[in-house]
């Protein structure tokens, strides 16, 4: 089974400007989630999608959103970019039953650096 | 409040020495604790752990869970420079219903292994 993807790989934005980040799941898999990862912060959750619903959500202002497909495929955006913003996005599908721990998969990440 | 605790921050040992890492946590509605392996880019898995005093084990790395003490911890033998990554540990609770399940990582323990 091909893994978790993500695309783009790498971005480079200026503040102010709004960005998309996609992620490709497992096949099969029906979660998704997003997470942010920077030095000092560690993995920082921003949200999980499920059946195109969002299901989970983390403390991140309304500038970072996202959307499932009803596909499993999710996008991630961010608008009004700040500086702060710079991180790499990591995105972690699982099949998502709900009925209880399933092991997240990792994609790549998405490495966005914001001037 | 959820949190993860992982220590230490940082660790530097030799080829061929054993490292302990640990990961306590306090967490409503604990069910899962999860260690996964990053080096540069997205984690991959390791272990999960759901049962107290049942050793996982793959490999040199074994893992124990501790559901008494709120703890865990993370073995590698006769360590490898292939094992130089940050390990990351993530403990999954909340309730299954709603937007309550989340998983709370923590920061990470960096280990270096020198030739």
């Known amino acids: 089974k091909a893994g978790v993807t993500q695309t783009p790989r790498y971005l480079i934005k200026t503040r102010g400007q709004q960005v998309t980040l996609s992620c490709s799941p497992i096949?099969?898999?029906?979660?998704v989630s997003w997470y942010q990862q920077t030095p000092g912060q560690g993995l920082q959750f921003l949200f999980e999608y499920f059946s195109e619903t969002q299901r989970n959500k983390g403390n991140f202002p309304g500038r970072f959103s996202g959307r499932q497909f009803s596909n499993s495929r999710s996008e991630m955006n961010v608008s009004t970019l700040e500086l702060g913003d710079s991180a790499l996005y990591l995105c972690?599908?699982?099949?998502?039953?709900?009925?209880?721990?399933?092991?997240?998969?990792f994609g790549p990440g998405t490495r966005l650096l914001v001037l | 409040e959820d949190k993860v605790v992982q220590s230490p921050l940082s660790l530097v040992v030799h080829e061929g020495d054993t490292v302990t890492l640990n990961c306590s946590y306090e967490?409503?509605?604990?069910?899962?604790l999860l260690w996964y392996k990053q080096e540069k880019k997205a984690p991959t898995f390791l272990f999960m752990l759901?049962?107290s005093g049942i050793e996982k084990k793959s490999g040199r790395l074994s893992s124990i869970l501790d559901k008494k003490e709120l703890f865990s911890i993370l073995n590698i033998t006769a360590t490898q420079t292939g094992d130089s990554a940050v390990y990351l540990c993530?403990?999954?609770?909340?309730?299954?219903?709603?937007?309550?399940?989340?998983?709370?990582w923590g920061l990470g323990t960096s280990l270096a292994v020198n030739p």
């Open positions: 993530a403990v999954e609770g909340g309730s299954n219903a709603g937007n309550n399940r989340k998983l709370i």
């Open positions: 759901t049962s």
């Open positions: 967490v409503t509605n604990f069910r899962s």
């Open positions: 972690a599908s699982s099949l998502g039953s709900g009925s209880g721990m399933e092991t997240q998969y």
């Open positions: 096949s099969g898999h029906r979660s």
